[in-house]
């Protein structure tokens, strides 16, 4: 099982008003963790979430979905802090902009010290987004993957400015997990955040020095370019009428990782065979642009 860990949340989508004064919702369970976790289950993949969830009317909900979904709950933190709120309204080609409301809420909180001992059903972690950059949270996950770092560990930066606005402290938070982790799926938006004046090349190349057998970098509609020590593959996603992009960068690390874990065990991420590999990077870039088709972050299933 590949436990994800990170926030659980609540998207509230701006919709019709009536003037300043008034703003419809339309409120969906979210989170780039809890929308992996899912993404996992339903493209074939055991998943679970290690995440702190309140116990407040929208936690429960969010425990109803993961149990509906088949995600596996048993590292949930449970505790009577407040669920994150994430208030989304979609501008220009239907990209979301973002506030977030989730200082000491459930999932922010985490300590390490509330983390369950892992037990041998977990093969592999995945991390990303704001729970690696806010603490304690951060914290608590890095030291989780420093301690396990002999399992296959995945990383989604997943930059959350309007959460964490330092860019240095992102940075920190990454290079840190960099020398943990297996496996990175990172956006050129991201990294237009972290390095604006770098090339993807240059720094997945500095990646692949450290921990990391894989990068692998998407840029919206735009080639997917998989960095790797025998040289980076490229794949053009599908041309597609875009509702919003909601949740695509979850649907594509949702399938990247199921794909990847499906392999032979034994396998090193680095030595795949290039038509496999691009198989699977074509399998993501589908599957996210399937979710782009719908609103918000509904991954597609397998079937």
């Known amino acids: 099982m590949h436990l994800v860990c990170g926030e659980a949340l609540f998207d509230f989508f701006a919709g019709g008003s009536d003037g300043p004064g008034a703003i419809g919702f339309d409120a969906r369970a979210g989170g780039s963790p809890f929308n992996v976790a899912i993404g996992m289950v339903r493209q074939g993949a055991a998943a679970g979430l290690l995440t702190g969830l309140s116990t407040d009317m929208l936690g429960a909900r969010l425990a109803a979905l993961l149990e509906a979904e088949g995600v596996a709950t048993g590292y ?13 309204d979609l ?37 990303g987004s704001y729970s690696i950059a806010v603490a304690p949270v951060a914290d608590a996950f890095a030291t989780l993957a420093e301690r396990n770092a ?19 402290v ?21 990294l237009d955040l972290l390095y ?14 450290k921990r990391p057998e894989l990068v692998v970098v998407t840029d919206g509609g735009a080639a997917v370019t998989a960095f790797r020590a025998g040289g980076p593959l490229s794949i053009t996603p599908p041309a597609i009428e875009v509702v919003d992009t909601v949740g695509a960068g979850d649907a594509f690390q949702a399938t990247l990782l199921a794909r990847l874990i499906a392999r032979p065990a034994d396998a090193p991420l680095g030595d795949l065979a290039e038509d496999a ?19 918000g972050a509904d991954i597609p299933r397998l079937r």
């Open 76 to 88: 949930l933190i449970r505790s009577g802090r407040r669920t994150t709120i994430s208030l989304v």
């Open 91 to 127: 501008v220009s080609e239907g990209a979301p902009q973002y506030a977030f409301y989730g200082l000491g809420s459930a999932d922010c909180s985490v300590t390490f010290d509330d983390i369950a001992p892992l037990g041998p059903e977990v093969t592999g972690l995945h991390f």
């Open 150 to 168: 002999q399992l296959l560990i995945s990383l989604d930066p997943n930059v959350r400015p309007t959460v964490e606005p330092d860019m240095d």
């Open 196 to 209: 604006p004046s770098k090339a993807s090349g240059e720094i997945a190349a500095d990646w692949l020095g």
């Open 170 to 190: 992102w940075r920190a938070r990454i290079d840190r997990l960099l020398q943990s982790a297996t496996v990175v799926k990172v956006s050129r938006e991201d």
């Open 277 to 295: 590999l691009a198989a699977i990077l074509v399998d993501a870039a589908e599957v996210a642009a399937e979710t782009c088709r719908r609103r």
